[in-house]
Nanobody, 127 residues
Framework: QVQLVESGGGLVQAGGSLRLSCAAS????????IGWFRQAPGKEREFVAR????????YYADSVKGRFTLSKDNARNTVFLQMSSLKPEDTAVYYC????????????????????WGQGTQVTVSS
């Protein structure tokens, strides 16, 4: 089993930056694929990005491509989401989760294929 904990959220002005962390514990994270999602009030949970712990291959939603960057620290079992040029529409609770169907890369944005969700961290971008 693996447990995930998000951190790093906060309040930032439009155009600013934040770095979110997703720390894994319990099971060795090597071999897992981690997805980032966000959910604004009254909206469905939305795919943001994903990264493979082993190899570091990444995939980004069009809405964040060029502004958000994924990285990882294997020694600390942590994935980072560096967010730059933030916009008010980026305001949401951000979650990380494990892709339970990483063997199949078809429709990797489907929220239903992910599990072991963290508690989320709030990101608020003011205009």
């Amino acid at each position: 089993q693996v447990q995930l904990v998000e951190s790093g959220g906060g309040l930032v002005q439009a155009g600013g930056s934040l770095r979110l962390s997703c720390a894994a514990s319990g099971r060795t994270p090597s071999g897992y694929t981690i997805g980032w999602f966000r959910q604004a009030p009254g909206k469905e949970r939305e795919f943001v990005a994903r990264i493979s712990w082993n190899g570091g291959s990444t995939y980004y939603a069009d809405s964040v491509k060029g502004r958000f960057t994924l990285s990882k620290d294997n020694a600390r079992n942590t994935v980072f989401l560096q967010m730059s040029s933030l916009k008010p529409e980026d305001t949401a609770v951000y979650y990380c989760a494990v892709d339970r169907r990483a063997y199949n890369n078809y429709d990797v944005t489907d929220v239903d294929r992910y599990g072991y969700w963290g508690q989320g961290t709030q990101v608020t971008v003011s205009s």
